[in-house]
């Protein structure tokens, strides 16, 4: 999502609006736990004032993130709105963390939208599908849900022998 300098500059007495689909596929491959983002929809408006501009952007889509409990796909929808203010001024004062500078003649704004996106992947997120739950949490490779009927029923066999001495001591009292 590409904003030339001029265009920006000229957007002093008429904000500049803008509704594009942006392609943040490359969070996927980023460690996080975004498994799939398809194109996410972005619309707003910049406004240019003195040496800024503000960007008000809404920011709409779905990922895919591992539910906490199983690890399976969750669709996880999202909107927010967000703002970037950038500084046209050659002299800007770096260290201020609140306005970017822009490098060069064209502004993307993709990596603000990617951080965005990144800022609003929650901690946990879980699994309504009942047979997803019900079937991950049974089961898996090397192990299995016991419940505590099959604990009472079930003796560790390491453990065998000592169950013998304590039904030993039962008997003789």
């Known amino acids: 999502m590409n904003f030339p300098l001029q265009q920006l500059k000229t957007a002093t007495e008429k904000p500049l609006t803008f509704d594009e689909n942006v392609d943040i596929s490359e969070l996927e491959t980023m460690p996080n736990d975004i ?32 539910c ?22 050659p002299y800007h004062e770096e260290g201020d963390e609140e306005v970017h500078e822009i490098h060069g003649e064209v502004l993307d704004l993709t990596p603000y939208i990617k951080e965005n ?8 997120v879980f699994s309504d599908d009942e047979d997803v739950l019900n079937e991950a949490l049974s089961e898996g490779q090397g192990w299995s849900l016991i419940t505590e009927e099959q604990k009472e029923e079930k003796v560790d066999p390491r453990l065998a022998k000592l169950q013998q001495f304590l039904n030993d001591d039962d008997k003789k009292e």
Not at 35 to 58: C, L, N, S, Y
Not at 68 to 89: G, I, K, M, N
């Open 35 to 66: 498994r799939e983002i398809p194109p996410v929809h972005v619309t707003g408006q910049a406004r240019t004032q003195g040496d800024e501009v503000t960007f008000q952007m809404k920011l709409n889509g779905t990922m895919t993130l591992p």
């Open 117 to 124: 996106v990144i800022l609003e992947i929650p901690l946990q």
């Open 68 to 89: 906490a409990r199983t690890l399976a796909d969750v669709e996880y929808p999202f909107s927010f709105e967000a703002t970037e203010v950038f500084s046209l001024s």
